[in-house]
């Protein structure tokens, strides 16, 4: 059984940082695209960044958000910096088995990140 379990969220203030952590479990994290996305209010879920061989970011967060990954720990991060506002949401972990399949195939419960201004 797959499991992709986030943590790390939070109330922070802009400028600040929050690391969110994705622990898997049933499959290995190094053999699948593992992304990250988030929802905000209203809005569609949106893609945030990956990783597989290399990590690849949205536009809106290149230069703020790292994603990394701990082969040992099976477990992903993101490592968000200089959060604004508008990176509020519920943030999500995934897992595809491709990088030629467009959907992800396992999705976590989500954690929630606040920036106040």
């Known amino acids: 059984q797959v499991q992709l379990v986030e943590s790390g969220g939070g109330l922070v203030q802009a400028g600040g940082s929050l690391r969110l952590s994705c622990v898997v479990s049933?499959?290995?994290?190094?053999?699948?695209?593992m992304g990250w996305f988030r929802q905000a209010p209203g809005k569609e879920r949106e893609f945030v960044g990956s990783?597989?061989?290399?990590?690849e970011y949205a536009d809106s967060v290149k230069g703020r958000f790292t994603i990394s990954r701990d082969n040992a720990k099976n477990t992903v991060y993101l490592q968000m910096n200089s959060l604004k506002p508008e990176d509020t949401a519920v943030y999500y972990c995934?897992?595809?088995?491709?990088?030629?399949?467009?959907?992800?195939?396992?999705w976590g419960q989500g954690t929630q990140v606040t920036v106040s201004s």
């Open positions: 995934s897992a595809k088995s491709s990088i030629w399949r467009s959907e992800y195939d396992y």
């Open positions: 049933g499959l290995t994290a190094s053999n699948y695209v």
């Open positions: 990783i597989r061989w290399s990590p």
